[in-house]
């Protein structure tokens, strides 16, 4: 893809020159750009790995096409060229703006190229050339894959030389969402910091995918299409507002429906995007620097020991006290629920499949002819409201095995510094947050929707519903290779079993929902059949405290610890006393705490290798905290918390359970 794309400059080379840029000096920051946009495709940011795939670019433009070959349809329907061109821009217009937002900092405001080729023999004309070329393939690239189906049928079914006057158009809708995109961006920053900013982007990135993956599965399934026979733009008001309209009239005029408003619609179209390029130049331009500057910064409350220790008390705090029974436990509870509230990859990679997980049962029961009444009509039924209910069991599995990775995998050298006696107590703590964090969510939704449309018929099959999605969950994290939460790096796959593992996945809770199936046609079975449920679901969950380190080992998944060693939970004191910088005996140590974490150093010595604040005074998650602050000031892992422990010999005591 892009050796095609810089012969295809290659052959303008003349008109590069003209502008006085330096021709192979373009072409090798074109190159550089565009190989980044290769590892940065739209695509991988849904995915829930990282690859390295060198097609990546292409792969992502073939999956536009294909979402944009089922909006081309419209033009096969007998509806008026207005509203047919209407639904294509809408599809068009708004896949562009989402991919704008999520992809705005990298393409249209990159600033790394001044940076690394600044004070470089490089001309600032050429770098303007070779980013203004960027940015016209990219926004191309987007809008011909999103509208390529469209042109074929357009020309197969309207007129052969229907792509022509379409491009055209469709340079002006792309010249319009880059002012709207640009003006969103400055409105939003100009009222919320680079921190908060960040996490709008994250719902529009979040908002696309879920588009993406669901938009093409329920659309033709509970939208009757017919109706746009009998929609109308020509005469309703609100049409001069809607952008998509103005770019639809000027097809109206060519296929020789002529009308007033047209006209005027297609002045709009023509004349506004042009307005908008040179008020966006000429005005909004200036702020574009200071934006980059915002966009970039940390916030300090960000960065701090207080934000990453978060609040003491509320539900996290509650549920964690209710649920969990030892120090381990707690401390997987506690780093799964926070760090899955803050880690933005995390919630990109499983936001997307949560919504997917409430929409499911609409696809899997919707009926073409009957729309949203035939969902409805099959809800009620028990094959329906079983699936609702079972929904959710499809989706935990998924979140659970996405908790074990982060970007950050190296602070998992912290397991190593923390007396964890049984990793797998650290495992069910985040098998308990992903419980309770989604599971009760979601279960909590779907059991909300089917009690007004079932009534109290449903509390039972509830009931027994989640103790089956409860035991589910606990045996996909138990035959799933084991992994301590956001431990392990993204890029790292184990091909080993995981058919088997995926497909144990999906047909356990297809049969585990035939089961109840069976049981609900057998009267009083679904209230007694849950006490063993319940039984089976804690006899499941006690399963943990077989995983031992050496199980981890041998799964090949210890945590990262690439110079810290991993302390026992009882770290034997030396036999040979501490001394102190004078040669004297140094005073006693404090008698340990009972809590995990804090145990108090020796004062032998207090000068060399103390934290701070010292890791005796820290609890948990404030470890946790502490050594993630210390990583990102440039500590080496291990550096700090690693060789301090050693050095003040902490005594760690396990909390007994």
Request: glycine share 8%; aromatic share 10%; hydrophobic share 50%.
């Amino acid at each position: 893809m892009i050796p095609f794309l810089l012969a295809m400059f290659d052959r303008v080379a003349w008109a590069v020159r003209m502008t006085g840029a330096d021709y192979g000096q373009f072409r090798t920051i074109l190159a550089a750009k565009l190989t980044l946009d290769n590892r940065r495709q739209t695509l991988a940011r849904f995915s829930q790995q990282e690859t390295s795939q060198p097609k990546g670019l292409l792969a992502s433009l073939g999956f536009f096409v294909f979402m944009g070959a089922f909006v081309s349809f419209v033009l096969l329907a007998r509806v008026s060229p207005l509203v047919a061109f209407t639904v294509i821009f809408t599809f068009i217009m708004f896949m562009l703006a989402m991919s704008l937002i999520a992809d705005f900092s990298a393409v249209l405001l990159d600033t790394v190229d001044l940076i690394v080729l600044g004070p470089r023999p490089v001309s600032g004309r050429t770098i303007l050339v070779a980013r203004l070329a960027h940015i016209c393939t990219y926004l191309g690239l987007l809008g011909i894959s999103l509208s390529a189906a469209t042109m074929v049928v357009g020309a197969f079914q309207l007129h052969p030389l229907f792509p022509l006057p379409f491009l055209a158009i469709l340079s002006a809708a792309i010249a319009l969402v880059v002012v709207f995109v640009s003006v969103f961006y400055l409105v939003a920053l100009r009222f919320t910091d680079g921190e908060r900013f960040r996490d709008i982007v994250l719902v529009f990135q979040i908002g696309m995918s879920v588009f993406a993956i669901g938009a093409y599965q329920i659309l033709p399934r509970v939208v009757d299409f017919n109706v746009l026979e009998r929609v109308g733009l020509s005469g309703a008001w609100w049409a001069v507002l809607y952008p998509p309209v103005w770019f639809a009239a000027p097809f109206e005029l060519l296929f020789g429906h002529s009308f007033p408003r047209a006209w005027i619609l297609t002045a709009a179209a023509l004349v506004l995007p042009v307005v908008g390029l040179w008020f966006v130049v000429r005005v909004l331009s200036p702020n574009f620097g200071r934006m980059l500057v915002k966009l970039q910064e940390q916030s300090p409350q960000a960065e701090g020991l207080a934000t990453r220790i978060g609040r003491r008390g509320g539900l996290k705090s509650l549920l964690g006290r209710a649920t969990t029974g030892s120090a381990e436990e707690r401390l997987g509870f506690d780093l799964s629920w926070i760090l899955a509230a803050r880690d933005r990859p995390f919630k990109l990679r499983t936001y997307p499949s949560i919504v997917f997980c409430l929409l499911f049962p609409v696809i899997m029961l919707s009926q073409t002819d009957r729309g949203l009444a035939g969902v409805t009509d099959r809800m009620l039924q028990p094959g329906g409201y079983l699936l609702g209910l079972y929904a959710t069991a499809l989706l935990l599995p998924m979140v659970l095995s996405q908790i074990g990775f982060s970007a950050e995998f190296e602070a998992g050298w912290i397991y190593h510094a923390l007396p964890v006696a049984v990793p797998g107590r650290v495992l069910r703590g985040s098998t308990k947050t992903v419980l309770l964090r989604f599971g009760l969510l979601l279960f909590g939704i779907a059991a909300g929707v089917l009690f007004a449309l079932v009534g109290w018929d449903i509390v039972p099959h509830a009931i027994l519903a989640a103790c089956q999605t409860w035991t589910i969950t606990v045996i996909s994290s138990l035959v799933d290779a084991p992994r301590l939460p956001f431990s392990e790096s993204l890029t790292m796959t184990r091909s080993a079993g995981a058919f088997g593992r995926n497909l144990l996945m999906l047909l356990l809770p297809a049969g585990v929902g035939f089961v109840h199936y069976g049981l609900a046609r057998i009267p009083h079975a679904v209230p007694v059949a849950i006490v063993p449920a319940f039984v089976l679901a804690l006899w499941m969950t006690r399963r943990y405290e077989a995983l031992d380190w050496a199980t981890f080992e041998k799964s090949g998944a210890y945590p990262a610890s690439p110079t810290a060693p991993r302390i026992t939970p009882t770290a034997r004191r030396s036999a040979a006393p501490a001394v102190s910088d004078s040669g004297a005996p140094a005073r006693p140590t404090r008698t340990p705490s009972r809590k995990l974490g804090r145990g108090h150093a020796s004062r032998a010595n207090p000068g060399e290798g103390r934290l701070s604040p010292p890791l005796a005074r820290l609890g948990a998650e404030d470890a946790v905290g502490l050594a993630q602050q210390q990583l990102d000031e440039g500590a080496e892992p291990g550096e700090h918390l690693g060789r301090a422990v050693e050095r003040q010999r902490l005594d760690f005591v396990r909390e007994p359970t």
